[in-house]
């Protein structure tokens, strides 16, 4: 069974930058991608951005693209999320978790996703 933890989070201002880091432990089995959403009390789950353990192929939301940037390291079990240019819409806990398909309405599975990680970003 995977286990996800997820680092990184904090108070940083608008325009500033925060990386996001995802540790897994546990089987792993290949198929299995990685992607990121972030919740805001009282809305919807977003699906931010997710990567492929195969290729490395990757996909981003609108709302962050050109901001954002996902990055793997297969040997370590991590997963990055490079946060630039951040606004105050940004602000919401974020999560790692598993996936099958990484791409547009990526949903993550069930469960898969750790204890989140708070991101603010306020003046």
């Known amino acids: 069974q995977v286990q996800l933890v997820e680092s990184g989070g904090g108070l940083v201002q608008p325009g500033g930058s925060l990386r996001l880091s995802c540790i897994a432990s546990g089987f792993i089995p290949d198929y299995y991608n990685i992607g990121w959403f972030r919740q805001v009390p009282g809305k919807e789950r977003e699906g931010v951005s997710c990567?492929?353990?195969?290729?490395?192929?990757?996909y981003y939301a609108d709302s962050v693209k050109g901001r954002f940037t996902i990055t793997g390291d297969n040997a370590k079990n991590t997963v990055y999320l490079q946060m630039n240019s951040l606004k105050p819409e940004d602000t919401a806990v974020y999560y790692c978790?598993?996936?099958?398909?990484?791409?547009?309405?990526?949903?993550?599975?069930?469960?898969?996703w750790g204890q989140g990680t708070q991101v603010t970003v306020s003046s």
């Open positions: 978790a598993t996936t099958g398909s990484c791409g547009s309405g990526w949903y993550p599975f069930f469960g898969s």
């Open positions: 990567i492929s353990r195969s290729d490395g192929t990757t």
